[in-house]
């Protein structure tokens, strides 16, 4: 398992659920206590310039090597760096099953352009959008438009690089500071997170989600990478999923297969349900976070099997994934400051368990003294479970009140939609 947050927690804590012995690089303090953690990475010292990202898991032949050394049967690689640096392919040259797609075939998550073209090629419903790369055509992008403005970075920003405002400058500002952005209409109507596992043909869905991507309550404030989520979605059309995957997923799939890009591992696409149907707000090329700290808990399916089911081709004959009966929520603690500069170093009690609730690492290190503490923005993820959305929601709030971190905050209104 390739990273270091509470999504590799998540999907550390379903593979060894399952029996496996499980390896992770860097890891974290709450992976370690579950899988061997390689905490320098994949070769050495986490460095965040390395071409494999802040992530610490190393360049792509560090990953590779790595694998060859532990003799992996199947390497998982969470976070999007590693995987538009083509940690993917650095692996599979060596005859080893990787789970994520190549360099190439990421692209659809490290260009914004790149997947317009790709939606627009195979005809999946999108925003009407302009990539732009003056700003004389930012401003006229603008005009296009009006208010709502949303302007989107071209390249990867950790889950930060969109704005949406209603404020031209701030717009104008979030644009001049990025190469190149895509700047499109604004999406009305609420947000959905589905994730798709594929082999470059067959492509099975995962339940639904939401998250909540702005940092303050009532969804105010500016985005980050996300402080909750909860599934199921009672309010979500019956017919959700199986729309998505006629429309999205698989044009999608079968797009990047005729260009010769087979498109092998997790697809995430982010939805808005419109009142003239589904839209596809983003790709991204690797489970959410934190969507996937609830999907995964409610998976009965063992994880590995459909992982590596689609590393090697063999989706077809896997099992459908089956789901426990209930409802998870996750609410995210973030450290003060986040998302703008968010103060690391600060010590982390995680307090006494309570019913039907558990602690994921997302930002935490162990100092000199061996304490625990925050070494992220997001710093801790609360999963509760429970029979209904209500009850998980309770269950992790509960939880996340026995928390202690200096200035530690988070929403208070996760999955409080109905």
């Known amino acids: 398992m390739i990273g270091s947050g509470g999504r590799e927690h998540a999907t550390v804590r379903a593979l060894a659920a399952d029996g496996h012995d499980v390896h992770a690089a860097p890891g974290n303090p709450g992976i370690a206590g579950l899988a061997e953690a390689h905490p320098g990475g994949a070769g050495g010292p986490a460095d965040p310039g390395a071409p494999g990202g802040p992530s610490g898991a190393g360049s792509p032949r560090e990953i590779s090597e790595l694998a060859r050394k532990i003799t992996a049967d199947l390497v998982v690689i969470g976070p999007e760096a590693p995987l538009v640096a083509g ?6 040259e060596h005859g080893i099953p990787c789970f994520g797609p190549s360099r190439r075939a990421a692209m659809i998550e490290g260009s914004k352009a790149f997947a317009k073209e790709l ?10 959008s302009f990539t732009c790369r003056t700003s004389s055509e930012v401003e006229e992008a603008l005009r296009t438009f009006g208010q709502k403005y949303v302007v989107k970075d071209d390249a990867l920003a950790a889950g930060k690089g969109v704005v949406v405002t209603t404020d031209i400058a701030v717009a104008r500002g979030h644009a001049a500071s990025c190469e190149t952005v895509v700047v499109e209409e604004f999406l009305d109507g609420p947000e959905v997170s589905l ?7 067959t492509a099975v869905p995962l339940l639904p989600a939401q998250d909540f991507k702005r940092a303050r309550d009532g969804d105010l404030g500016p985005n980050t990478g ?3 989520a909860y599934t199921p979605l009672p309010w979500a059309p019956a ?9 999205v997923i698989q044009p999608a799939v079968d797009a990047m297969r005729r260009r010769g890009t087979p498109y092998q591992g997790l697809l995430y696409a982010g939805l808005s349900l419109t009142a003239n149907g589904i839209r596809v707000i983003e790709f991204n090329a690797r489970f959410g976070d934190p969507e996937t700290q609830v999907v995964l808990d409610r998976l009965a399916t063992p994880l590995a099997d ?4 689609a590393a090697t081709g063999d989706l077809a004959t896997a099992n459908t994934p089956r789901w426990h009966a209930g409802a998870a929520v996750t609410v995210v603690i973030a450290a003060q400051g986040y998302p703008e500069a968010p103060v690391l170093g600060d010590r982390i009690e995680l307090g006494a368990n309570t019913p039907g609730a558990y602690i994921l690492h997302a930002g935490t290190a162990r100092d000199a003294q061996g304490d625990l503490v925050s070494a992220g923005g997001r710093v801790l993820n609360v999963v509760g479970t429970g029979t209904d959305v209500a009850t998980a929601r309770a269950a992790a709030y509960q939880r996340a009140g026995t928390v202690e ?4 905050w988070y929403r208070r209104d996760i999955a409080d939609r109905g």
């Open 87 to 92: 940690a993917a392919d650095a692996v599979t």
């Open 226 to 228: 996300g402080m909750g």
């Open 306 to 309: 459909l992982l590596y089911a």
């Open 195 to 201: 994730f798709a596992v594929t082999d470059g043909t």
């Open 239 to 247: 017919d959700l999923v199986e729309q998505a995957m006629a429309s």
């Open 119 to 128: 939606m627009a090629e195979a005809g999946i419903p999108t925003a009407r």
């Open 405 to 408: 971190l200096r200035g530690g």
